[in-house]
């Protein structure tokens, strides 16, 4: 098993790309760090470095065991600040992931809500699609994510959120479908189209578009709806999503414009079923079940 303190060191050195550098910022000695490096390489079965670049590159499998790394220390840090607090101090940190959605400002709501209680507690907000948030939980680096259905909640207990997502198309302000109080499959179909990348909400897309979904000109998939607007505005073409944060966005070079007929799609607060969780996430988990509007699964 490798120890937490050759993690430590292998992702100094691959921050500042040098063994000397690297044993100056831990304060040991050249020659210690170099073995410590050594017997990793050993430990892992595979050479880290590439030992003839200047700076010190990492290999594919350095690159590979640096992401793996980061992720194993980050939740080393989490699990001990956790277990070191008293179980009834409501302090700490809830990790939550969220996408971007009309319904994220009814959890900042909730979030807000929490806080004026237990004002402990430190709130570490991760942006990312409903796969991701999923993966993060399933590893234990995100608490409380918010997704976007449809998505698969076997493993998993939720509550559904009382705002409906609203799917738009996102199209240059100065192209011929700004200003319309709403757009057509057909009228979308004639020029190169953005989807999500998501397979199961491309699905949902897919259907509204029916038969002339095959002869799109898809460019590109984007999994957030705010990098699908600046790919808009670069003119790559319409992108279809869910309008979340889009009326938060500057109107001079995209707007939204709602699907005719329309889509609306629902998302939920969801957290691993069995999950052992510390006592601010419980409590947090406690207040959003106690929050108005919100329906239990």
């Known amino acids: 098993m490798i120890e937490t303190r050759l993690l430590h060191y292998f992702l100094t050195v691959a921050r500042e790309q040098s063994i000397t550098g690297a044993a100056g910022a831990l304060h040991i000695t050249q020659p210690t760090l170099s073995r410590q490096m050594a017997l990793l390489e050993e430990e892992v079965g595979a050479k880290l470095f590439r030992r003839d670049s200047r700076p010190l ?23 001990e600040a956790e277990v070191a607090r008293h179980e ?29 209680r237990h004002p402990g507690v430190v709130f570490d907000v991760c942006t990312a699609d409903a796969d991701r948030i999923r993966c993060r939980m399933d590893d234990g680096r995100t608490d409380v994510g918010l997704l976007l259905e449809p998505v698969d909640m076997e493993r998993y207990e939720f509550l559904r959120m009382p705002v409906k997502e609203r ?28 989807l999500p990348s998501r397979q199961k909400v491309r699905d949902e897309v897919a259907h509204w578009f029916g038969d002339l979904y095959d002869g799109l000109n898809v460019p590109c998939v984007s999994n957030l709806s705010t990098n699908a607007a600046l790919l808009v505005q670069a003119g790559l073409g319409n992108a279809v999503v869910v309008e979340g944060a889009l009326p938060f966005l500057a109107r001079d070079e995209v707007c939204a414009v709602p699907l005719y007929p329309e889509i609306r799609s629902t998302s939920v607060l969801a957290w691993r079923r069995g999950q052992p969780f510390s006592a601010a996430v419980r409590r947090f988990i406690d207040f959003a079940k106690c929050f108005s509007g919100m329906e239990m699964e």
Do not use: N
């Not at 409501?90 to 009814?106: D, T």
């Not at 100065?174 to 004639?190: H, I, K, M, Y």
């Open 57 to 79: 590159a990492l290999t594919d499998e350095g690159l590979l065991l640096r992401r793996r790394a980061e992720e194993i220390l980050e939740l080393m840090r989490k699990t």
């Open 167 to 194: 799917w738009v198309a996102v199209t240059p302000s100065g192209g011929p479908l700004a200003g319309r109080s709403r757009v057509t499959a057909q009228e979308l179909a004639v020029s190169p189209v953005l």
């Open 88 to 116: 009834e101090q409501v302090e700490g940190v809830v990790s939550v992931g969220c996408g971007e959605l009309a319904s994220a400002r009814l959890l900042a709501e909730i979030i807000a809500g929490f806080r004026a």
